[in-house]
Every structure is written in structure tokens, then in C-alpha cells.
């Protein structure tokens, strides 16, 4: 099996190179098969020139996943059912998945893929996205490898005029995990909501680079990172809102909250505001420290040890995310999923 | 309906803009190669440690490559510049001495005027050489040391210049600190006293006058434990049709609880090249306060930074950058915590009109020895029209879980809502926008001494006209 390293979730314009933010450099091994197609799922070819959309990851992982032969698939949908998509890793795998929501169609989707733990591989997802006028797409992502699995979840989505894409994603267990996502607002009174819920520890780290780009008038974004990190966890946030010119009356807002559990940790956060427009709103926040001592001491007046007060933590980190997830199918499936990694602890 | 956009008047750079007959200056020849640095280096009767470290920074520079982020500086060839202009004049400490026209250049930019009723000492900087220096007797007489950083070089203070020179901005942080290295000229040596407070500020003013020529001071301050200094900067040049470059470097020590504020108006022409930097080391309990203001230049890259090293050692950067036609000003600030209980907060604001473009960008790193590290950023960014960009970038980087930090940014235009409000209690639209944009820059212009808020606000000089239709 042969690799090719390439850089992707590169910000967009870089910063300081000794902050070490400005991209990061993933090994892929070349040749991996298609391995999310085995889900009983109704496909079709798409034609690669129909779904040429700019990603989070970026143009190195979309060209080496062409060079790899990884060819673009369809997911047929029959509008408000749930379309599921499980997968558990057994080998490299690399997929590209699209989905178009008609005009004012509603289209859920649920991924959730996962691996054993004694696979040792990389998978890359890229699921690529298209809302029509008036139409909703619902995703909701589960990211939860084994240890030797590492992992590249890559988004990226078009909205067109009054469409909306709302994706939620929770992001725990594994290795390396890199996320990219990317929504092109490119229709009037387009929208988008990004909802990350993430828990690292014991050494997994997690790369994100999200992008909301505003294209046309009254467009909004708004993206939300929760978290918790411990034991030698490294988390990077790439945030960007890109108000282009010509998108006046348009809303971008980012906020990430993150609980730092102790100090091994790495957390960074790069939260850009991109502007070439007047008549704009753009705002970030972050809040990012340890648990307020009051709600730690609370939790353990009441018999709760502070590891498992910590446990409470991380997981309602999860929640925060999953109950954001509008279908109520794929919302009970991952706060399911989450109720039973805290079950087993 | 028509709508006209509020229209922000350009700095009013009348004051700045007056170019002296530099005739009887003394230019090294354009360019930067070895036999330049070492004519310098004699020129300036540098000492031997001196002469080998300006060579060493050269060699570094050529070794370097560009900094591959930030504005385009394409436009500046080195071998366009000259390195070194030493005016027709000796340095004097008074300003009768002075030499007409350069004394009357600093007339108009009110530095005599300033120095006889708000400042405890002045150095005038003129292109590569300071033309005047002095500092009041009773500030002399607590033992307070400010000169021109050549005669720190070779005076009683040389082995602490030597100590200190380039150890907090290295030439290998980066290829314009090698730059400056190579062929610093001019700039200023404080030293403070323990428990010395300095109750009135000194002040340096950089003036650039030769075309095509670049500024390469260095200043040094040492502010010993328990001391207390408000030293201000301020910078201009008229304008040429080709690229000047302004490569300062600011070193700034703050012994344990002492507190130095540094305040800087910077209103560099349009086709300077403002690659600058500036770095301070707080002990414990120190205190660094750093108040930015950015109008002029072609191109800027100037982040302060700070690292807070000492336990309990504190932070403020209040920073505006005023960004119009043919600007790029890429503005902010960087911190570190080191020491335990740091704190800082940070406030920048940024103007963007007529085609300008303004990026704000910061670091906040928390290393993870900084337990009980707080820091709070604020950016604001305001567009007063679809020409110009704004960007923000900033970065935060915690190591450790005993560290509470908050970022809020934002971005957007005048309030319709609030021109209203004003409005409707009877202020005309011009006053109302007006009003807005200089609120908007209010919280700079109150730290600032009241001349130089007189002198920001003049560089800001708002005017409103115009409806909305």
C-alpha cells in the first residue's frame, strides 16, 4: 500500500506560521475502495462536473481523491424519511456521497461510522451537498473510529435562494480525526447552521477548518462549537465567516465553548471574519477554561465524584449538539449513542 | 430614491505632508550589501561586537525568505532604498540649535510646543540621526537616563545596551528583524530607576524626510521594579511617489511591579513600508499598557506583543487602525502568559473607507505553566462602505485547564436604528453619523494625554455630509 501526504483544512488568509494553524498535513493511503455503497442504499453516478463543490478540507483532498478514483455517488432520497447511512470500518476506505434536496423538499440524512478496535486504517468521507430553492437538508453526523482508525470527515454544500443546511456533528472516540465543512450561501436568504459537539482524550486529536461563505443578500450563518478536552488532547478550530461583497443585510456568527479538563491539553481556536461588504453583522465569541469550581463542588456535595461530575460535563458537551439535530429519528439514534459511550464509563 | 454613503474626509495630511531640501544630507549609497553595512558601521564608529552583529543580521536577512502571509510587499525592492540619511545637523538640546528648516517641520508638527507644556523630555528623530534631545532637569535629576541610543552604545550604560540589545525581538524571529539588525540608526535609551515615577511622559518623534530612504531606529526602555513611565511615539513623512520603509525595533523590559504605557500615533504617507516591531517582557506584578493608533502608511505590519513572564503580571492593548485608499494596514497584537495569575485584555478597532483594507490580527497563547490566566479580546471592525475589506484573524492557543479566556469579535457598518434614535431628539443625520464614527474611536483617544487625542482626533477628522435618501 503506498500514502501521499497532503495538507488540507488550510486558512484562508494563513496567519503566523509558528502558531502552527494554517493547515495541516494528513498521510492518505492511495487505492482505498468505496465503503460506505454496502448499505442497501438506492445510488446512482453523479457526474463529477454537477458536483464540483468547493469543501472544507480543500482542493488537495478533492484532487486526491480524484487521483485515487474515488468517483462521486448519488443518494437517491424520498423526501422527509430519514436516509441512514451505518458504517463500521474494516479497511481503508474513501467515499464521496451527494445528496440534492429539490425545491422545497426536506431531506434527512444521518451518518454514523465507526470501527473496530483493531482496525488499523484510514477512511475518508466526503459528503457533498445541494439545497434547491426552498429546500432543507438535515444532517446529522456521528464520527465515533476505534483507536487505529483514523479518520477525514469533509463537507461541503450549496444553498440556494431561501434554502437552508443545518448540520450537526459529534465528534468522539478514535484517533486523529480532521473535519472540514464548507456552505455556500449562494442564494438570497440562504442559511446554514453548523452544531459540533466533541470530546477528546487520551491523546486524539481533532483538526477542523468550517466555513460559512455569504454569497447573496440576507444570507446566515451561524456556527457552534462545544467541547471538552483532557489528557493530552489537541483540538484546532478553523472557523471562518466570509461576508463577500454584494451580500448586504447578511448575518454571520460564531461561538465555541470550550471545557479544559487539565492541563496536557492543546486547545486552538482560529475564529476569522472575512468582510467586503458594509451593511453586515459578523460576530464571534469563545469561552474556553475549566468548569466553574461552583458546579464541580455542587455535583460532588450530592455524592458524584469528580470524575464522574467530569463525565457529565463531557457528555452534556455531546448533547448540546445532538439536540440541536431536527429529525426526531436520527436525534434519538445519536443521543442514543452518546447516552450508551457514558453507560459503559 | 438616491442614497448618498456617509463620507469620512480623509486624514487631513497637510501638516505632514512638507518636504525639506535635503541637498546637504549625507546618503549611503541605494541597496543592501556588505560594503554598505560596514560603511555604516564606521559611520556610525560602531564598537567591534556591534560591527560583527550588524554583519551576522545581514547574513540572516539574505538567508530568510518573505513572510508568506499578510499584505503584498512586492512593491518594496531593497535596492531601491537607501539604508542610511544623516541630516545636515548635529544633535542639539536646544532647539535653537536646530537647523531652520528642521526645527520648523517640528514647529508644524507641534513637538517644541508639546515638549514646553506636557512632556518631560523629547528626542526628534530626522530620517537616520537625532537632531534634538533633551529631558527636564528634575527628571534628570531622579536618575532617570534618556538619550539617543548611539550614546548609550558607548556611555556609562553600554554593557546593560549590550545586555539588552536585540534579546527580545531577535534577527532570527523574522527577515525585518535581521533587516533592522543590519542598519538600525537613531532611536532612544530610557532607564528608570527603581521606585522612580516618571509623573509627565517623554516622548520620540520619528520624521522621515529623504525620498526613498528607510528609518531604522531602536528604541530601548528599562523600567526598573516599582518604576513608572508613559513613554509616547509618534511617526510621519510627506509623501513620495516611490516606497520608503520604516523598520523600528521597540524593546521594552518591565521590572516587578513597575508599569510602563507606550503610546504610539503613527501617521506614516502612503507610500511607506511600515515593517515594525515591538516586544516587552513583563517581571511580576509589571504592568505593559499599550495604546496603538494606525493611520497612515502603504502597508503596515505591526503587532506589539507581550510576554507577561512574571507572576501576576498584567496586560492592556487599546489599538485603532484608520485603513482608506491605498492601504493595507495589517494591525494587532500578540501575548503570552507565562507567569501564574496573568491577565490581559485587549481592545482593537479598525476604520475601513474608500477602498482600504484593514486586518486585525492577534495571538493569545497560554502556556501551560500560566495557571489562573484570564484574557479577554474585543475586535471591532466598522465598514463605511462596500469598497473597502475588513479581516479579522485571530488566534488562541490554551494549554492549560486553570485559564479563562474569552474572544468576541464584530463587524458591521452604522446603525440605521441608531441615527434614527438621534435624530429623533433632533441631531441632524452628518451630526449623528459624525458622532457614531467618533464614539466609535473614543476609547483610544481617552488614554491618550490631551494633546495627542487633539492630534488623533485631528487625523481623524470626521466629516459627515450627505442623506439617506
Same mark, same amino acid.
Given at each position: ?29 492511495? #487505492? ?68 440534492? @434536496? ?18 488499523? #486504517? ?11 430553492? #426552498? ?43 480532521? @473535519? ?105 465569541? @469563545? ?15 450530592? #455524592? ?42 | ?11 487631513? &495630511? ?53 513572510? %508568506?502571509?499578510?499584505?503584498? !510587499? ?11 540619511? &544623516? ?37 526628534? %528623530? ?88 528607510? %528609518? ?152 501551560? %505553566? ?27 492557543? !490554551? ?71
Amino acid at each position: 500500500m503506498t500514502a501521499e501526504k497532503i495538507k488540507i483544512n488550510s486558512l484562508v488568509p494563513p496567519t503566523w506560521n509558528r502558531l502552527k494553524v494554517n493547515d495541516i498535513t494528513v498521510e492518505l493511503p492511495t #487505492g482505498s475502495a468505496a465503503g460506505m455503497t454496502d448499505q442497501g442504499l438506492k445510488t446512482s453516478e453523479a457526474k463529477p462536473a454537477d458536483w464540483q463543490i468547493d469543501t472544507g478540507c480543500g482542493t488537495e483532498l478533492s484532487t486526491f481523491l480524484e487521483k485515487n478514483g474515488t468517483k462521486p455517488v448519488l443518494v437517491a432520497n424520498d423526501g422527509d424519511n430519514l436516509v441512514s447511512i451505518k458504517k463500521t470500518y474494516t479497511e481503508n476506505a474513501a467515499d464521496i456521497i451527494c445528496f440534492e @434536496a429539490k425545491e422545497g423538499q426536506t431531506v434527512n440524512i444521518l451518518t454514523d461510522v465507526t470501527s473496530d478496535e483493531n482496525t488499523e #486504517g484510514t477512511a475518508v468521507l466526503q459528503v457533498l451537498l445541494k439545497a434547491e430553492k #426552498g429546500a432543507k437538508i438535515n444532517l446529522a453526523q456521528v464520527v465515533r473510529p476505534g483507536k487505529g482508525m483514523k479518520v477525514v470527515n469533509d463537507i461541503g454544500s450549496q444553498a440556494a435562494e431561501g434554502a437552508q443546511i443545518n448540520i450537526v456533528q459529534v465528534f468522539m472516540d478514535g484517533s486523529d480525526i480532521s @473535519a472540514g465543512c464548507r456552505t455556500a450561501l449562494k442564494g438570497e436568504e440562504a442559511a446554514t447552521e453548523n452544531h459540533v459537539g466533541l470530546v477528546r482524550t487520551n491523546g486524539q486529536t481533532l483538526d477542523m477548518n468550517y466555513v460559512a461563505k455569504h454569497l447573496a443578500k440576507t444570507t446566515k450563518a451561524d456556527i457552534n462549537v462545544t467541547g471538552a478536552l483532557s489528557k493530552n488532547a489537541q483540538k484546532t478550530f478553523r472557523g471562518t465567516i466570509d461576508f463577500v461583497k454584494g451580500c448586504t443585510g447578511s448575518d454571520g456568527k460564531e461561538s465555541e465553548n470550550m471545557l479544559l479538563l487539565d492541563d496536557t491539553i492543546v486547545n486552538k481556536t482560529v475564529p476569522l471574519i472575512l468582510c467586503t461588504e458594509e451593511t453586515v453583522a459578523g460576530s464571534h465569541g @469563545a469561552t474556553i477554561g475549566k468548569p466553574a469550581e461552583d458546579i464541580l463542588f455542587y455535583m460532588t456535595s450530592r #455524592g458524584i465524584t469528580r470524575e464522574r461530575a467530569v463525565e457529565i460535563l463531557e457528555r452534556a458537551s455531546l448533547e448540546a449538539a445532538a439536540n440541536k439535530i431536527e429529525n426526531a429519528e436520527a436525534k434519538e439514534y445519536v443521543l442514543g449513542i452518546i447516552a450508551g459511550k457514558y453507560a459503559d464509563e | 430614491m438616491s442614497e448618498e454613503k456617509t463620507y469620512v474626509e480623509d486624514v487631513n &495630511r497637510t501638516i505632514y505632508d512638507v518636504i525639506d531640501d535635503d541637498k546637504d544630507s549625507f546618503k549611503l549609497e541605494q541597496g543592501l550589501t556588505e560594503d554598505i553595512i560596514l560603511q555604516l558601521s564606521e559611520e556610525k564608529k560602531d564598537p567591534e561586537w556591534m560591527r560583527d552583529f550588524r554583519l551576522k543580521c545581514l547574513k540572516m536577512y539574505n538567508e530568510m525568505t518573505f513572510p %508568506q502571509w499578510g499584505p503584498g !510587499i512586492e512593491g518594496l525592492d531593497m535596492n531601491r532604498i537607501y539604508t542610511y540619511v &544623516r541630516p545636515n545637523a548635529r544633535m542639539a538640546n536646544s532647539w535653537d540649535d536646530v537647523p531652520e528648516d528642521i526645527k520648523n517641520t517640528f514647529e508644524r508638527l507641534g513637538i517644541p510646543q508639546a515638549e514646553r507644556t506636557s512632556l518631560a523630555g523629547v528626542g526628534a %528623530q530626522y530620517d537616520s540621526e537625532l537632531v534634538y534631545h533633551n529631558m527636564q532637569k528634575e527628571v534628570e535629576e531622579q536618575g532617570v537616563i534618556y538619550t539617543d541610543f548611539e550614546s548609550a552604545l558607548k556611555g556609562d550604560y553600554a554593557d546593560l545596551v549590550r545586555e539588552k540589545f536585540m534579546t527580545l525581538l531577535t534577527p532570527n524571529d523574522h527577515k525585518y528583524n535581521a533587516l533592522h539588525g543590519a542598519v538600525w540608526s537613531g532611536g532612544s535609551f530610557v532607564y528608570v530607576p527603581k521606585g522612580v515615577k516618571v509623573s509627565v511622559p517623554l516622548q520620540s518623534y520619528f520624521r522621515f524626510n529623504a525620498k526613498g530612504a528607510g %528609518q531604522f531606529e531602536h528604541t530601548l526602555i528599562i523600567v526598573e521594579e516599582g518604576a513608572d513611565l508613559h513613554f509616547i511615539e509618534g511617526c510621519s513623512a510627506p509623501k513620495y511617489n516611490v516606497a520608503n520603509l520604516h523598520t523600528g525595533a521597540v524593546e521594552l523590559f518591565v521590572g516587578k511591579n513597575a508599569r510602563l504605557r507606550y503610546s504610539t500615533i503613527e501617521s506614516w504617507s502612503k507610500n511607506m513600508y511600515n515593517l515594525n516591531s515591538k516586544r516587552s517582557i513583563v517581571e511580576e506584578g509589571g504592568r505593559m499598557e499599550w495604546v496603538s493608533g494606525s493611520f497612515g502608511s502603504h502597508i503596515s505590519y505591526l503587532y506589539p506583543s507581550t510576554i507577561l513572564k512574571g507572576d501576576n503580571s498584567t496586560m492592556e492593548y487599546t489599538g485603532i487602525a484608520f485603513g482608506s485608499t491605498g492601504q493595507d494596514l495589517d494591525t494587532g497584537m500578540k501575548v503570552i502568559h507565562i507567569g501564574k495569575n496573568t491577565s490581559s485584555v485587549v481592545n482593537t478597532k479598525s476604520i475601513s473607507k474608500n477602498g482600504g483594507c484593514n486586518t486585525t490580527r492577534t495571538s493569545v497563547q497560554v502556556m501551560p %505553566q500560566a495557571k489562573g490566566a484570564k484574557s479577554v479580546v474585543s475586535c471591532e471592525s466598522l465598514m463605511l462602505d462596500s469598497e473597502s475589506r475588513s479581516d479579522t484573524i485571530p488566534v488562541m492557543d !490554551i494549554r492549560t485547564d486553570d485559564a479563562d479566556v474569552g474572544h468576541e469579535a464584530t463587524i458591521g457598518s452604522i446603525s440605521d436604528e441608531a441615527v434614527f434614535y438621534m435624530m429623533s431628539r433632533g441631531m441632524s443625520e452628518e451630526d449623528a453619523r459624525a458622532l457614531i464614527v467618533s464614539g466609535f474611536a473614543d476609547n483610544v483617544s481617552r488614554e491618550l494625554p490631551m494633546e495627542y487625542a487633539a492630534e488623533m482626533n485631528n487625523l481623524i477628522r470626521l466629516e459627515m455630509k450627505g442623506t439617506i435618501g
